[in-house]
């Protein structure tokens, strides 16, 4: 089946230990997504790709990062976590067409926990 | 104001009863409307998609959307235990090119046998 995947499911990390989050999609689709959820709160949007070309969003740190070496796959970096990184990261997927991307399809998330 | 309200919950409600998830949201530009469904650690799952005003149906499960009112709902019915999860709202404008979809906060649905 077409999907989402992300690696790993869990991930735990000291204060300040940079950490990789890894995405990967079967569905060709052009727009790749990272979110960031805490408990109880609207995923929160990072950045996203369409194609190669990056868009972050005005009010995320400098601290997370993004590589997209193909279209299949996306990483997350996370350059010095602190405790308030501590969330879960989502990784979605769209297809981009003439009226626009709208129907995203997630993974199953990636919990951090920083200690 | 947030562009996107919803009420948390939690909703209890009782096996086969219908339930209604409603959202309220202030920019007129949204057209596009999604409803997601997120068990506890887990990502969100797509539920429905429209576009515009209208209703849509799949299975036990029923959109509306209201753009006059700038409502949204969805409703449920007969339902089960395993419905039992976080639904989320999530909007977007129609305006060429990309578009950044806005979410709700998320209601808790709790279905008990």
């Known amino acids: 089946d077409a999907m989402v995947i992300q690696n790993p499911r869990y991930q735990v990390t000291q204060f300040g230990k940079p950490v990789t989050l890894s995405c990967s999609q079967t569905l060709n689709h052009n727009v790749m997504y990272w979110y960031q959820q805490k408990s109880s709160q609207a995923p929160k949007l990072l950045f996203h790709y369409y194609d190669k070309d990056f868009n972050n969003e005005a009010d995320t740190p400098d601290n997370f990062q993004s590589r997209r070496p193909n279209t299949s796959f996306c990483f997350l970096d996370i350059r010095s976590p602190g405790l308030g990184d501590a969330a879960m990261y989502l990784c979605?997927?769209?297809?981009?067409?003439?009226?626009?991307?709208?129907?995203?399809?997630f993974g199953p998330g990636t919990r951090l926990t920083v200690t | 104001q947030k562009e996107v309200e919803q009420d948390p919950g939690p909703l209890s409600v009782p096996e086969g009863a219908i339930v209604s998830l409603n959202c309220t949201y202030s920019?007129?530009?949204?057209?596009?409307f999604m409803w997601y469904r997120q068990y506890s650690r887990k990502g969100p799952e797509l539920l429905m998609y429209?576009?515009?005003?209208g209703n849509k149906e799949d299975g036990r499960f029923t959109a509306q959307v209201d753009k006059s009112s700038k409502y949204i709902s969805l409703f449920i019915r007969d339902s089960q235990p395993s419905d039992s999860a976080t639904y989320l709202c999530a909007m977007s404008a129609d305006s060429g090119g990309y578009q950044k979809v806005t979410f709700g906060i998320g209601t808790k649905l709790q279905v008990i046998p």
């Open positions: 429209t576009y515009s005003s």
């Open positions: 979605a997927t769209s297809r981009f067409n003439t009226k626009g991307a709208y129907e995203q399809y």
């Open positions: 920019n007129s530009a949204f057209q596009y």
